[in-house]
């Protein structure tokens, strides 16, 4: 562990830190103390309410979400970091939302994955720390273990927990990506920041399926991002009408937070659109067979709902857009998939539009 000890020396550290997180392209840092007592208490309702629905892993890991030093023996500080994701140029949301002839797909999963190319940059980041201080102990995450990372960024002072249960910031809005270094290094911990929602609730309004059951808690059953992402079943009758267009993820609480009009556009070019998903039509999407599907989103964070999922979620969409004689005739070509998910899907997409099961097989 390191030799620096003295509290000079560890503000001069964070300082440095600060700049070198800049130069890896993250917009942001800061330090957490390893105590998160209340977002365990917090986690332990959500999930004997049994918010997290088929997220089983929730559970499986049990205290070493909210106890980091049982994740990483020796850890007593995290660094956390942001960095930005908001795609420019892209179209504009609420359009694509508001045509029901195209898919809308979360602004964070429009380009290449962000798992990998943090991490990387974490690790960067953390061997430039031990170069400057010595040897010390260290491991990075994003999204990548049981890290309760809105918590951690909260507590160091990255923003607060919005009542859609996202990170916000004052001078920054949400769309931004989190990432975390577990560390045995006693470095000086960076103030909480205050909360800013107040009176409003326009994400709780919003919510296309009602899953903010509270202000600051969410109801992963019926959140979008879950059922169009996380579930790997069938899709609850109930919310397919209420999901529309979106066939991967949902940003409605997003798009309509205030703040958000402080949100800056990401600088990495990877989180650019790609294969025009920010402006999709449904049909060209369900007709992708399974290698376009593999291929064109090769990097991509969706690819991994796998196909199946894909045609799911589109085929929900399409039976809530406007039906025309091509919608048609692509449900019915993918009437008799050889997966029964993507069967019942369709069909119930066929029902939307009157082409009940005896008019689909009759032709
Ligand atoms: S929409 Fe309003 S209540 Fe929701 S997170 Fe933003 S400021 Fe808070």
Redesign the pocket.
Known sequence: MSEINTALAMNDLLEDMRLWAQSYGFQQLGISDINLVNAEKSLSKWLDAGFHGDMNYMERHGSKRSRPEELVSGTVRVITVRMDYWPEPAAEPWAVLENDQQGFISRYALGRDYHKLIRKRLSKLAHKIEKAVGEMGFRVFCDSAPVMEKALAEKSGLGWV???SNI?NREHGSYFFLGEIYTDLPLPVTQKTSE??GS?????DICPTQAIVAPYQVDGRRCISYLTIELRGSIPVEFRSMMGNRIYGCDD?QL????NKFAQATVESDYLPRHGLDLPQLIDLFAWTEQEFLSRLEGSPIRRIGYECWLRNIAVALGNATASSDIITALRARLNHHSELVQEHVQWALDQHGQGREKSENG
């Open positions: 919005g009542k859609h916000l800013h929602c409003c609730t326009a994400c709780i609480c309509i937070c205030p703040w």
